[in-house]
C-alpha cells in the first residue's frame, strides 16, 4: 500500500466495499476456511505483509498457524502451505486443479499482451509451450547443453580469476549509468556471473552466446526486463489488478495501460528481435540443434511457416508472439535465478570456513592439481553436490515460490479452498522446519548426504527431496537440470583452481562478509532473493592453477570460432 497515493487508496477501499458486500452475501459455504491471522475489513490482511518482503512474516504465520493459513489481501484469497506433505498433498499430488497461476492484470495482459509462460493460466496454449521448452530445457536436452555449460565455465573462471587484478569497481560503461534496471556495475564480480548465467539460454534458445562482459546492452537488456516485469507485477502496484472495474476504462483516463503498452513494445524489442534474427538466420540455411531454430523448422514442415499474431496456429503450433514469449521466458527464468544461486553459493561458504575447506579438499583428492573437474566427476564429488543442495535449502532465489492458482473448489483437511484462489507453496516455511531439517538456520550440506542419489531436488519421494527451490508439480521449474549443470560445473571448478576470500575490513582488521542471517541488511527484496553487492578477492590457487586456467582459456578462444560462435572479447 505504500505505492498508492492518498486518491487511489481511497478509491480502492469503496471498490473493495462494493465487492467485499456483494460477496458477502451470496457466500453460504458450508466449510470453514482454514485458519489465519484477523485482518481489517475490506483490506483483509494487505497492510501486514510487506509485499516487497513478504517471507518472513509468511514464516512467523506458518510458526503460529501449522500446516495451512488463510489470508484476504483485498478480494484475493489466500491459502498458504507450510508444509512439505500439505504443499505436496495438493500442488502435486492434485495438480489437474492446482497448476494455474492468478496473474497480475497488468504485467501479463497488457506488459506481456497476454503471452509470458510464468503467468499463463493451466490451459492449452501454456501446455503447448511447456512441451516446447521441455524438449529444448528439460532432462534430455539438458544432458546435451553441458559442453556448452563446461565451455561456458572455463571462460567463467578465467573472469573470476583475473577478476581482482582489476578491483571490485572495475570498468564502467557509460551504459551502466544509463540502464534503469541493472543495479550490477560491468566491473563488479556479480557481473561476471550473470555473463555466465545469461550465456547459457541465450545459446539453448538462439544458439548465441555472451562473450563481452563489458558494453553489452543485449544482455544489461535481459536483466532490465526481469527488473521491470518484477516491478510491474508486484502486488499493490497497480490499482487495476485488483478492480477489474478499472480495466473498462478508455485509454485517457488509464495513463498506466499506455504506458505498460509502451513497455510491451520494448520487450518486443528483444525477444521478438531475437526470433526475428532466427528466422533470417534459417532463411541464409543455418540449421542448428537449439530451440528456436529447430521449432521454426518444425512449424514450417506443418505448414505453419508464416504464423503471426499471438496465442496458437492449428490449435498446435505457437504462433510468433508465443514463440518469442517462450523463448524470452526461458531467457529470463534461468538468468537471475542461477546467477543468485551462485552468488548465495559463495556467500554461504564466506561464511562458514570450514564447509569451503572440505569442500576443497573434497575436489583435490578427486581431481587433483593437473586438471578441471568434469562433469564425470560429479557422482565422485557428493559434498560439493550437498553443497549445492544447502545453498538452495538455505535461501532459495525464488524464495516465496512462485504462486499456484486454485481452479476449482476443493477442500483439504476439513478446511474450504475457494476457487481462485492463490495458493502459494511456502518454500521458506518448509525450508525452516525444524522436523524436516533439523537446525535449519544453520548451513550444513551433510544433512544432504547418503539415501538416495543426489540430484533428487524434483523427485516423487517427499522424505527424500533435498528441497523445493524449484516449485511444485506440473507448474516445477522448467530447467531445472540445466540450472544444477549450471552451477555444478562452475562451484566445482571455483572451489578446485581459485581462491576466493573477504576483504579485510581496515577498521576491525577482520573479513568482511555479510551476515547471511541478516535478511535486510545482506538481502535484496522482490522476487528473487539475490545478495545485496559484496566485495570478493579472486585470486588462482597458484601458479600452477593459474597456468591451467589461462591455457584453457586461451584454447577456448579456437573452440567457439571452430563451433561458429564469437570468440570472448576481454
Ligand atoms: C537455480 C536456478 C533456478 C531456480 C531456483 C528456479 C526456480 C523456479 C521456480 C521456483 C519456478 C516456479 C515453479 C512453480 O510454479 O511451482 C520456476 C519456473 C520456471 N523455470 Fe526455473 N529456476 C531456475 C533455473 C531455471 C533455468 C536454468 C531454466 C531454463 C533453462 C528455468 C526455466 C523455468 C521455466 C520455463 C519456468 C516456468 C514454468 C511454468 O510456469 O510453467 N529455470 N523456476
Not at 101 to 112: E, G, K, N, Y
Amino acid at each position: 500500500m505504500a505505492f498508492l497515493s492518498t486518491t487511489d487508496a481511497f478509491l480502492l477501499i469503496v471498490a473493495l466495499a462494493c465487492v467485499w458486500i456483494g460477496r458477502s452475501r451470496s457466500a453460504s459455504p458450508a466449510l470453514k476456511l482454514p485458519p489465519g491471522p484477523p485482518g481489517l475489513p475490506f483490506l483483509g490482511n494487505l497492510l501486514q505483509v510487506d509485499p516487497l518482503r513478504s517471507y518472513p512474516q509468511l514464516l512467523r504465520w506458518a510458526q503460529q498457524y501449522g500446516d495451512v493459513f488463510y489470508l484476504r489481501l483485498g478480494l484475493q484469497d489466500v491459502i498458504v502451505l507450510n508444509t512439505a506433505k500439505a504443499a505436496d498433498d495438493l500442488l502435486t499430488d492434485r495438480s489437474k486443479i492446482y497448476s494455474g497461476r492468478v496473474a497480475p492484470h497488468v504485467a501479463q495482459d497488457i506488459l506481456s499482451d497476454g503471452q509470458r509462460v510464468l503467468f499463463m493460466p493451466h490451459a492449452r496454449e501454456w501446455k503447448i509451450a511447456r512441451r516446447a521448452m521441455s524438449a529444448a530445457a528439460g532432462p534430455a536436452a539438458a544432458k546435451k547443453i553441458r559442453p556448452f555449460q563446461d565451455m561456458e565455465s572455463r571462460t567463467a573462471i578465467y573472469d573470476l580469476m583475473c577478476h581482482s587484478a582489476k578491483g571490485d569497481e572495475g570498468p564502467r560503461s557509460s551504459s551502466t549509468q544509463a540502464s534503469p534496471g541493472r543495479e550490477v556495475p560491468e566491473g563488479h564480480w556479480f557481473h561476471l556471473v550473470r555473463r555466465f548465467s545469461t550465456t547459457v539460454p541465450m545459446f539453448v534458445n538462439y544458439g548465441k552466446r555472451i562473450s563481452r562482459i563489458v558494453d553489452n546492452p543485449q544482455m544489461d537488456m535481459v536483466y532490465d526486463v526481469v527488473g521491470n516485469v518484477t516491478r510491474v507485477a508486484q502486488p499493490g502496484n497497480y490499482l487495476a489488478d485488483v478492480v477489474p472495474l478499472l480495466r473498462k476504462l478508455p485509454d485517457w483516463m488509464a495513463p498506466w495501460r499506455v504506458e505498460a503498452r509502451r513497455m510491451h513494445e520494448w520487450e518486443m524489442s528483444l525477444f521478438g528481435g531475437l526470433l526475428d534474427e532466427e528466422k533470417v538466420a534459417l532463411s541464409e540455411g543455418t540449421v542448428r540443434d537449439t530451440f528456436l531454430n529447430t521449432y521454426l523448422r518444425a512449424r514450417s514442415a506443418a505448414g505453419h511457416a508464416e504464423a503471426p499474431g499471438n496465442g496458437l496456429a492449428g490449435d498446435t503450433w505457437m504462433r510468433d508472439k508465443l514463440l518469442a514469449y517462450t523463448a524470452g521466458s526461458l531467457l529470463e527464468a534461468a538468468s537471475d535465478t542461477t546467477a543468485a544461486a551462485v552468488l548465495t553459493f559463495v556467500l554461504a561458504l564466506l561464511n562458514n570456513p570450514p564447509v569451503l575447506q572440505r569442500a576443497r579438499e573434497e575436489v583435490d583428492s578427486i581431481v587433483g592439481p593437473d586438471r578441471m573437474p568434469t562433469f564425470d566427476d560429479e557422482e565422485n564429488l557428493p559434498y560439493v553436490v550437498a553443497c549445492i543442495q544447502e545453498t538452495l535449502r538455505c535461501h532459495p532465489p525464488a524464495i516465496t515460490g512462485v504462486p499456484h492458482r486454485a481452479d476449482e473448489d476443493d477442500e483439504y483437511k476439513g478446511y474450504r479452498i475457494p476457487k481462485g484462489a492463490t495458493v502459494i507453496g511456502n518454500v521458506w516455511a518448509i525450508h525452516m522446519n525444524p522436523v524436516r531439517y533439523p537446525d535449519p538456520t544453520k548451513f550444513i550440506p551433510d544433512r544432504h548426504l547418503g539415501g538416495p542419489p543426489l540430484r533428487r531436488a524434483g523427485g516423487p519421494d517427499l522424505e527424500g527431496r533435498a528441497h523445493y527451490a524449484f516449485g511444485f508439480g506440473r507448474r516445477f521449474c522448467g530447467g531445472k537440470d540445466v540450472a544444477e549443470g549450471s552451477l555444478f560445473i562452475l562451484c566445482a571448478r571455483l572451489l578446485w583452481g581459485v581462491d576466493f576470500r573477504a576483504p579485510t575490513d581496515p577498521v576491525t582488521g577482520k573479513p568482511r562478509v555479510p551476515d547471511f542471517a541478516d535478511e535486510d541488511g545482506t538481502w535484496s527484496t522482490g522476487f528473487i532473493a539475490v545478495p545485496k553487492l559484496f566485495d570478493v578477492q579472486f585470486a588462482p590457487r597458484s601458479e600452477k592453477y593459474e597456468t591451467i586456467i589461462r591455457r584453457s582459456f586461451e584454447e577456448l578462444q579456437d573452440e567457439w570460432r571452430d563451433m561458429g560462435l564469437l570468440p570472448d572479447e576481454r
